[in-house]
């Protein structure tokens, strides 16, 4: 039997490039080990010439970012009808648009917080809403962009109105969410472990946190209760269907258990392009249900279609 022939999308343009190449090298390389002929493509504005000269019989998608992750070059791929892992063009769109996300699964009954979406120079002057609060881009990932604002601080950060902001003008102002960080990986119809991040040296789980060794702690299993951990296994699978996620997501959530054990759950993102890196979540918590890594990609290579 001949195994397919895979061409690993990595790099692009996004702020996320340096993650992207990181994930796609370790995705190519295991796909190696397990016997698929790999070409590895860096994504440059020729995308579309370069998969028509290689007509490969899979795209793997390791981009993150816009471009990789909101739907662009999911549209690309059902042009060329190159059958593709991860979510399709509507749920990356989707997803990728955290105010957007955020009404569809409310309304399937996943817990959210209170946010608001806004231009950042109305951030200015006086506080949106009452501290503690979180500022973030609406279409970013690996956390670009957030800001904390805590609860004694007398104004809002100057940097969201500045020059040097380049994340969009269009910003999402949340509900700071006290407790811990929790996520949950879905794969096909089946919601995986929870983990619990523990940032070491981070205020949050920032982008140092999530992708340099050292920068995060992970407790896979996550220690809390049986009840608690069904509830976001669930929570995560809603989330999953709600936006119409295909192949793996991970749903990223806050559990402030400070006064009773029940405490809040809340849901923040649904990640349709989790990190494949090294220190990378889905890997682990895929390990721990007992998917080596060759086994998760293959997966995911056998799962990968066009009209997604």
Not at 65 to 91: F, K, M
Request: glycine residues 8%; hydrophobic residues 40%.
């Amino acid at each position: 039997m001949t195994l397919k022939h895979v061409a690993v999308l990595m790099g692009g343009f996004s702020s996320e490039r340096p993650v992207s190449l990181s994930s796609g090298n370790a995705c190519a390389d295991a796909l190696e080990e397990v016997g698929y002929r790999v070409t590895r493509v860096d994504v440059r504005r020729d995308i579309a010439a370069v998969l028509s000269e290689l007509n490969p019989d899979v795209a793997f998608n390791a981009l993150h970012g816009p471009y990789g992750e909101d739907g662009t070059i999911q549209g690309i791929l059902e042009y060329l009808q190159i059958p593709y892992t991860h979510s399709g063009v509507l749920a990356s769109a989707l997803a990728m648009n955290k105010e957007k996300a955020k009404k569809v699964v409310e309304a399937v009954g996943v817990p959210v917080a209170q946010a608001r979406v806004m231009s950042r120079f109305d951030v200015g002057n006086k506080h949106p809403m009452k501290p503690p609060y979180v500022v973030k881009p609406v279409n970013e990932g690996s956390s670009f962009g957030v800001v904390m604002v805590k609860e004694d601080q007398s104004h809002p950060p100057q940097i969201i109105g500045s020059s040097e902001w380049r994340y969009g003008d269009a910003v999402m102002v949340e509900r700071y969410i006290h407790g811990r960080e929790l996520t949950c990986a879905v794969m096909g119809d089946v919601a995986l472990g929870v983990c619990e991040i523990i940032p070491t040296g981070h205020a949050f789980y920032d982008y140092d946190s999530k992708y340099v060794p050292g920068g995060s702690k992970h407790e896979c299993p996550a220690k809390v209760s049986p009840n608690i951990y069904q509830k976001i296994q669930t929570l995560a699978l809603k989330a999953h269907q709600a936006i119409g996620c295909r192949g793996v997501s991970r749903s990223d959530f806050r559990y402030d258990d400070r006064y009773s054990e029940n405490g809040e759950i809340i849901w923040l993102e649904v990640n349709t392009q989790p990190g494949m890196t090294p220190t990378s979540l889905v890997p682990e918590i895929a390990a721990q249900a007992g998917h080596s890594f060759g086994e998760l990609l293959s997966w995911m290579v056998e799962d990968a279609s066009c009209l997604r």
